[in-house]
């Protein structure tokens, strides 16, 4: 649980040209949000903007083992599982879902309150099930076995216990990640338990565990506690051990700090799990100018990402080895290999071919500094849903580049939302990336009713277009509805309306594949249907608006319109003699007046490529959809005269 406080005192004015614009830092409030930053901090200025590879996620899920995690009283008859189980299938499900999505992370599983000891550095009552390594089908079927296991056979392979201090459960989750030799950009505990109070009456044990809490959060491991039972009481120890700056300055704060509430629903905790463990990574680091001298660092990162299907891999017969595809470019006469700085480009200008190399054309594309440079205020209202042209993105505070810039990230944000103004910025992510103007729309943190984030605060990067961007679409004849047609349609949608949630629909396409991937590798024979969600549920609808829509159909469409009906396609037209049917001349045809009644795109290629030709309009490599365009304009150009092809 990643909480950031804020203890801002003071306040700072901000001139931009001729708007003023005042942050007041207010003090007693937090600042937190599961968008964590990634990497090691150890970027150098001079990389601020790039897009590096900073190294793997990790993460270890520790569960508790004791008798209490395979007791559910009170959840039997919902067909909850006991909370042993349903944490040990959420790291199921948090594994398979790396397999497709993230195959390059890492996640290892220890057990702690367990008679049998298993671990490298010898702790009583620790059991590490899984060391930290990719996942893969062995590791997945061995959860399903765990699944599988009865409590009384998991008694006598691995047994209960209550003696385990919890120091030595969280030093041998540091132990497996500290064996990693490679580069970490993240790494996460998610300790899962039922018993809010393991200490109780041990002042030294409990002593120990804040004292290894504090240990993790500076060696950058975030610990993360997945309290499960309605019962669950966070204050009595584990709330120590997530927030640990006491201290006089921030102890308001901290006294505001909700966390969130525990969970006995497997759905909750699944949703809680995919949350914390899949951290969104920043796509690259910038700084924000706010005024000449005043800046602050924030992480980009990406909203929205199109998903496809798992890339092919073509591998060799013979070894069954990954082939690599290696590119190099030769001299055509010589067959002598050419590296990058022997390539030149060129622009015809003025008839002549004016020469560049690829580093000066990318310095031409370079217009202005990496960054994000604030250039004034619009109120909210001003910013239009049609003003979308791409994906948006989000920024969120940055503390290993500039010290401070989470309060002034925070006040500025607060600010933002209270006058409900946007701030319009000049958006260039990283060196090479094209000039964006863009919105930062400010978005504040929601919680659902169990205290978990939902949507964390931030500004929402909605990239504006340019005037060029801009279509002028005239609609000519176009049908209103009338009052009536009106009147009926409202109370027939209502009945039918739901709140819509991308996250809600699956692509049905993408999941098959996957699940039949899945049973190769699983080597199971029957899969697990899929469930298209994007198919309309008729019945559902009937039942609450059949009569409503009825109605609506009757005042719309004719008497004799049957939306069942299928229109077949009608048979070709046969003659006599067998022939086809003649083509149309193009001469004569009158392309203008066609044109004029709002019908040129009924006109043929042929035709509209003829009439074009005359003209001296160039028709190369255009499809229909151009020549129709250019048919058009040429129309709107020429005088109010009939001519012919």
Known sequence: MHLVPRILDKGLSICNKDHQFRIEMMSGEHFGSSFDVDGDGDEAEGEIGSWAYRGRSASVFLIDTAKEMFVNPGKEEDGEEPPFYQAVR?????MMRKVFSNDQDLSALVLFNTRETKNHIDFSHVYTLQDLECPDAERVLALEELLAMPENLFDTTYGHSTDASLQDALRVCQ??????????????????TCRDDPHSGDSQKQRQARKKAQDLKEAQIELEILHMGETFNVNKFYKDLIILDVSEDNEDSQSKI???DPTSRFKELLERVRRLDHKQRTTGRVMFTLAPGVEMSVGVYTAVRKMNKPYKSKMWKETNEEVKYVKKSYLRKTGELISSDDILKYQVYGGKEISLTLDEVSKLKQVYDVGIHLLGFKPISRLKPYYHVRSAQFIYPDETLVQGSTKMFAALLERCLARKVTPIVRFIPHKGATV????LVPQAEKLDDKNCQVTPPGFVVSHLPF???????KLKNATRATPEQVDAAKPAF?????????????????QTHLRN???????????????????????????????????????????????????????AATSSS??????????????????????????????????????GISINGKRKADLVLDVIEQVDREPLTTDKA
């Open 90 to 94: 959420a790291a199921h499900s948090t």
């Open 175 to 192: 132990s497996v990640l500290d064996k990693w030799t490679g580069r970490l950009s993240e790494q996460n505990i998610l300790l899962f």
């Open 258 to 260: 909700t966390l969130a």
């Open 436 to 439: 964006s103007w863009a919105a």
């Open 467 to 473: 005037a060029d961007d801009f279509r002028n679409i």
């Open 494 to 510: 209502k009945k039918i309306f739901f709140k819509y949630s991308p996250q809600d629909f699956d692509n049905p396409d993408i």
């Open 517 to 571: 991937i899945e049973a190769l590798a699983l080597n199971r024979s029957q899969l697990d249907p899929v469930i298209d969600l994007t198919i309309p549920d008729y019945e559902n609808i009937t039942k609450r608006a059949g009569k409503l829509l009825e109605t609506f159909r009757d005042l719309v469409y004719p008497p004799s319109y049957d939306p069942k009906c299928i229109t077949k396609k009608r048979p």
């Open 578 to 615: 067998g022939s086809k049917r003649a083509k149309p001349d193009p001469a004569r045809i009158d392309v203008a007046a066609v044109t004029k009644a709002g019908k040129a795109h009924t006109l043929t290629v042929d035709v509209l490529k003829a009439w074009l030709q005359i003209r």
